[in-house]
């Protein structure tokens, strides 16, 4: 705070010292256990109570071998999606004619638009008897669909299925994959990709027999991500499962952790596997990548000449953006505009009458403004947060363990899925001493917990880019931390804030699979509100609070883009 | 516990019945319900300001949307200071978050109607759950002599009629029965039936089997139908053509939905099923003068008159404008959906028939 440099005097010796050099670290650690891993003890021991008598439950629950191999389907499928066409996207991304450049955000946008609202869209294009796509399909004189004597035909599609649900959430990974492939694709050497051409190899054949070995380890990497997030899916499964009782994991969770008759151990034994999982990617994670700033995504590019552009990467990345984005958003506006959901396109009947509706309701504008407020509290607590800790990570100052502890603590919300934190955080804070249920509170707690290794690695990426030559120079020149702090490396970071805080807002504006837990009847939010609208039936209703979600997240985003540059996004 | 319960479902079944006799024999003229107005009892009208200074009642609802939607704008009409809001969810979810309310006094619902009969009647008979219903209009004779005010804490209300609906695009014939529903033409997903997983389900399927041949479940099984979690569901899905016809399908949004162009059409069955949705107010209700309030309306001719247009109700006055007036109807079985056992078995055997 003083502005003369620090000199232990004797009455420091003691205890002042000990708080100045560990006092922030053990106190982030212990903010942070509370929030992040207190929700998660308390599952495992409460699906370790009597004995375990929740985990003989959870085995004796009707079709839970079902439920296990579908959610293993789920996991691999999505992942074999997701790693095929990530990576095929981050190729031609790098290969886009410098004309269509643009392109390359294309592929980050579904995981940074509503992903209810996507899966909404879906179950509209592929409905088996009135989506739109297959209404298309039918009238193609190669698709043979028998039709029934009554009613209409199904298929040849069907989205209320495994293979369905396998494929939206793949497509909703592909962002995830795209990013950590075209992470390692920039440092490539191009000049071994090269010599692959002048030796005669086809660019396929160069891709495959250079670039794929090359980039195996961001593959390993993200596969194994990929995998963990498809095991814990709650939103695909839970609007687009139910018709058929298809069932995995993170919906049971729900059934048990949410629904009546309320039983959060059998719900905690559930989660016990996917908890587990989580906490061995990390682990693993660690040990396999021993670099000091492990979640930070290296963003320097490789040092020799860009890849020539390919003709097929703009069309290959337009195509994935209007099959995967556009189709389910126009699906999505028509169903809005009209009275009731049918396969066929009638114009005449088009109208505003949903949005007025959905104007004139106080639960949908009351979960529009705790959708805003939540986000909002969520960053304001995040994002000093997340500065804190970035500087305790960066300078690495402190207790080694402590600080081991931190960094697996920003990782965990990374590797435990949302539905694990939104069972834990709602039994925790559903009965004394700290009674949030029903509160925004509860709600922006989550929110926090989900944010931090957002917050954490944008930050940091910002924080190594500035090095500490300036905060130095400001502190050598007479200047407390304090006034360095404020003076010096919050301006220099302003970006990665601006940034950071903004991506926070998009990415929590449209939060559901946590929200599904600790919202209360009264207190919703956008997503989940519009879950319940789904499972009531009100289609037009569902299709307008899609369209006003993704309304939220896109002025989010433009803001982002505003604030933050064009390459926000890449980022992530 | 079992053997009380029973014969509390017992009472109430008698009871029930007699208020059905009841409901078919309005008088010849009907009347024009109008909102409740002239003069009223000082505490009543202490109860109404109270209600008008909190200016809001939230509604956990399991009924259907178009007659919630009907008696909202009834209600806002009659009292514009207070708005409705209407929180549609599940009864698994609701019943979780009416326990989660009640035992930390998060103020939440303040009027629900549902369909959760064994988790209801549990909490109508305890102390600390339900609020007494306070309301001038539920002294009318009428719904004294209905039976439907149980333990002086909860109202059951035939609101919506199950009735077989169809798209007539996709299916332009007439349907004069449940029997039609075994038409050989409506294999393989054509057809729309709900799934058992609640009692009030099992009940349906109890009184269709009841009320057709033996073996009527094992043919329907043999229509492979395609199986919808709730009628709402089901009325969105026979508008949209996903299916042609529906077994389990509410007047009262049919009725919406061909108001707003959708084709769609209905027929009544005879007899017809309907189940008594429950309304209660919670202890835990964070407006409870907002929620008299509503509740008085709702048993009220204007109220009535909104919300039971497509099913019955007890008040003569309103009777005969109601699509149960001329249709002999058949409520829940309260010895079925009171009883866990009863239920569960009748899933099992259920699940067994279709496979599923």
Request: glycine share 8%; charged share 15%; net charge negative.
């Amino acid at each position: 705070m003083s502005g003369s440099p620090a000199k232990a005097t004797p009455a420091e010796s003691g205890v002042a010292r000990w708080v100045r050099r560990h006092g922030l670290g053990v106190g982030l650690a212990l903010i942070l256990s509370f929030l992040v891993l207190f929700p998660l003890v308390r599952l495992l021991q409460l699906a370790l109570e009597n004995g375990g008598e929740a985990f003989a439950q959870a085995l004796a629950v009707p079709g839970i071998g079902t439920t296990l191999l579908t959610t293993a389907l789920l996991g691999a499928g999505s992942l074999i999606i997701s790693v095929v066409l990530g990576t095929l996207l981050a190729w031609f991304a790098l290969r886009l004619p410098p004309r269509h450049r643009w392109l390359a955000t294309v592929p980050i946008l579904p995981m940074v638009l509503p992903g209810v609202a996507v899966v909404v869209g879906w179950a509209f294009l592929l409905s088996p008897q009135v989506g739109y796509i297959n209404v298309a399909l039918r009238e193609l004189p190669f698709i043979n669909v028998p039709a029934p004597e009554i009613g209409l035909p199904s298929g040849p599609l069907n989205i209320y299925s495994v293979p369905g649900i396998i494929l939206v959430t793949g497509l909703q990974m592909v962002p995830l994959v795209f990013l950590f492939v075209q992470g390692s694709l920039r440092q490539l050497n191009f000049e071994s990709i090269e010599a692959a051409a002048v030796a005669g190899a086809s660019p396929a054949r160069a891709f495959v027999s250079v670039v794929l070995p090359l980039l195996r380890p961001a593959l390993v990497y993200s596969a194994a991500f990929a995998m963990l997030i498809g095991l814990g899916q709650l939103t695909a499964p839970q609007f687009l499962g139910s018709r058929e009782n298809i069932r995995v994991l993170a919906t049971e969770i729900y059934r048990f952790g949410a629904e009546s008759p309320t039983n959060f151990g059998l719900a905690a034994a559930i989660s016990s596997p996917l908890l587990l999982a989580g906490v061995a990617f990390i682990i693993a994670q660690r040990l396999l990548l021993r670099d000091e700033f492990r979640f930070v995504t290296a963003g320097a590019r490789g040092a020799s000449r860009p890849l020539p552009p390919s003709r097929l990467a703009a069309p290959v990345i337009a195509a994935f953006g209007v099959l995967t984005l556009a189709l389910p958003f126009l699906a999505l506006i028509f169903v809005a505009l009209s009275p009731y959901w049918t396969g066929q396109f009638n114009f005449e009947v088009f109208s505003l009458r949903n949005f007025e509706k959905a104007f004139a309701d106080p639960g949908i504008l009351d979960a529009l403004v705790t959708s805003i407020v939540t986000s909002l509290g969520a960053m304001a607590i995040a994002l000093p947060l997340g500065y804190l800790l970035t500087e305790v990570l960066y300078r690495r100052r402190g207790n080694r363990v402590v600080l081991a502890l931190l960094e697996f603590i920003v990782q965990v919300p990374l590797g435990v899925p949302a539905v694990v934190f939104g069972v834990g955080l709602l039994f925790v804070y559903v009965g004394n001493p700290f009674m949030l249920y029903g509160t925004r509170l509860l709600l922006v707690l989550t929110y926090v917990v989900i944010v931090l290794p957002f917050t954490v690695r944008m930050q940091l990426a910002t924080r190594m880019t500035l090095g500490s030559a300036f905060d130095d120079a400001s502190r050598a020149s007479g200047a407390g931390i304090l006034r360095t702090h404020f003076s010096v490396v919050m301006p220099m970071m302003r970006g990665g804030l601006v940034g950071a805080s903004v991506l926070m807002f998009v990415i929590l504006s449209h939060e559901f699979a946590a929200s599904m837990f600790v919202r209360s009847t009264r207190t919703q939010v956008l997503g989940t509100l519009l879950y319940d609208q789904w499972s009531r039936g009100s289609y037009p209703m569902v299709a307008t609070v899609s369209i006003i979600m993704s309304i939220v997240t896109a002025v989010g985003l433009f803001i982002a883009v505003r604030a933050g540059g064009r390459d926000t996004l890449q980022r992530l | 516990m079992k053997s009380s319960r029973t014969r509390r479902g017992a009472v109430i079944a008698a009871a029930l019945t007699l208020a059905l006799v009841g409901c078919s024999s309005g008088g010849d003229e009907p009347n024009i319900p109008a909102a409740p107005q002239g003069p009223v009892s000082p505490e009543w009208q202490a109860v109404i300001d109270a209600a008008n200074d909190e200016g809001r009642v939230t509604w956990y609802s399991v009924s259907p949307p178009a007659a919630r939607e009907a008696l909202k704008e009834a209600f806002e009409a009659a009292y514009p200071e207070i708005s409705v809001e209407i929180r549609a969810i599940s009864g698994a979810e609701m019943d979780a978050a009416l326990e989660t309310e009640h035992d930390t006094g998060t103020p939440g619902a303040d009027v629900v109607s549902a369909v959760n009969y064994a988790w209801a009647d549990e909490r109508s008979n305890a102390d600390d759950w339900f609020a007494p219903i306070t309301g001038p209009s539920f002294e009318h004779q009428d719904w004294v002599d209905s039976g439907y005010i149980v333990n002086g804490n909860m109202v059951m209300a035939p609101i919506g009629l199950v009735v077989i609906g169809w798209n007539t695009q996709l299916f332009p014939e007439q349907i004069t029965g449940y029997e039609d529903l075994l038409d050989p033409r409506l294999k393989g997903g054509a057809l729309g039936m709900i799934e058992p997983y609640a009692a009030v389900f099992s009940d349906w399927w109890s009184f269709i089997e009841e009320h057709h041949d033996a073996d009527f479940l094992e043919r329907m099984a043999d229509q492979d139908p395609t199986f919808y979690p709730s009628a709402a569901v089901m009325n969105e899905s026979i508008a949209s053509g996903e299916i042609a016809v529906g077994g389990f399908a509410t007047a009262v949004d049919l009725a919406q939905l061909k108001e707003d162009g959708a084709p769609v059409d209905f027929m009544v069955p005879d007899p017809a099923w309907t189940a008594q949705n429950l309304f209660y107010v919670p202890q835990s209700a964070g407006n409870p003068n907002a929620a008299q309030v509503f509740m008085d309306f709702f048993a009220s001719p204007a109220g009535q008159a909104a919300v039971a247009e497509f099913g019955a109700t007890p008040l003569k006055e309103v009777a005969p404008d109601t699509l149960g007036a001329n249709t002999p109807i058949v409520l829940t079985t309260m010895e079925h959906v009171l009883d866990p056992n009863w239920t569960s078995e009748y899933e099992a055997n259920w699940r067994t028939i279709f496979s599923r």
